[in-house]
């Protein structure tokens, strides 16, 4: 959904090309056909880039218990490593579960069952689209799979499939965001700008969402969830430089999250963030510590 180093649109001269030819489609489309411009829109807006597997993380793959779950929409891709009390990490768009392998080393060694998995069309799951409640319900079952949950560890998008998860009944003692992502408005109006879609194709495609989930954008934001949830203690780290998800989005999360705490840090940036050794060090104190202790 967010346009990262990970999608087709920035990623070389040729794909600058094909942005500009998108935008291009859009201005004409917004004229002569808003529906069919809408409709590529949509089609655009759930469809992930799927991040290869990195060499480094071939011999981590190679030690996990993997296996297919079943899903409406094929089957999802779980990988396991170590014995414990589970923690489940949920990536971000157009990324994958390996995303999260040097965390992953570090809790399988310390004691927990860590688990991930590749959402619908990412990864090693099958489908081709997905849109966020796809996604909430795809981690919904992964999570009645290996649950109970000790802690969840959620990254950019993966943090809004989280919180929507947690409203509809998921349970966890404690969560992880990084660079968390807190709805659905942001990405959608950015991809627009970025497109030069008109406003009414923009619009369209909002009203094909909310008609699918049911509700509005709007109430899809986490400063419209969260006050309403009895929700988890919760640690946030957030590049304060952050280019794709600037950092008031952490801090409008932490102001309406109870019990919850905002690590700023600088030069991690949005994805590596999550390879940050000093990071990975507090979020297993934070797993590790008592409810007496927490966020102290």
């Known amino acids: 959904m967010a346009i990262t180093g990970n999608t087709s649109l920035n990623r070389d001269r040729g794909s600058r090309w094909i942005t500009g030819m998108l935008r291009l489609g859009f201005r004409l489309g917004g ?30 793959l190679a030690m996990a218990r993997c296996y297919d779950l079943g899903h409406k929409n094929g089957t999802l891709a779980v990988m396991e490593w170590g014995e414990g009390p589970v923690i489940l990490c949920v990536h971000g768009w157009s990324s994958r579960g390996l995303r999260f392998s040097p965390l992953i080393e570090v809790f399988a060694d310390a004691g927990y069952r860590v688990v991930t998995f590749d959402a619908p069309a990412h990864g090693r799951s099958s489908g081709s689209h997905i849109d966020l409640m796809d996604y909430v319900d795809a981690l919904m079952q992964v999570a ?6 000790h802690g969840i560890v959620a990254h950019s998008f993966g943090a809004t499939a989280t919180l929507l998860a ?31 879609m008109a406003p009414e194709v923009l619009q369209a495609v909002k009203g094909i969402f909310e008609t699918k989930f049911n509700r509005s954008i709007e109430s899809l934001e986490a400063v419209r969830i969260v006050p309403k949830l009895t929700t988890p203690p919760l640690l946030v780290f957030h590049d304060r430089d952050d280019p794709l998800l600037p950092y008031h989005n952490a801090l409008d999360l932490t102001g309406v999250w109870k019990n919850s705490q905002l690590i700023g840090t600088l030069g991690t940036s949005h994805h590596s963030i999550l390879d940050d050794p000093a990071a990975i060090r ?3 104190s934070f797993f590790r510590t008592t409810k007496h202790q927490e966020l102290a």
């Open 166 to 196: 947690l409203e509809k009944g998921l349970t966890a003692e404690k969560a992880v965001f990084f660079s968390a992502l807190n709805g659905l408005r942001g990405p959608l109006d950015y991809l627009a700008e970025r497109l030069q």
């Open 31 to 60: 004229r002569v056909s808003p529906h069919t411009a809408s409709q590529a829109a949509l089609w655009l807006f759930t469809k992930p880039y799927r991040s290869p597997i990195l060499p480094k993380e071939d011999a981590l």
């Open 144 to 149: 009645g799979k290996v649950g109970p949950l």
């Open 282 to 284: 507090m979020t297993l």
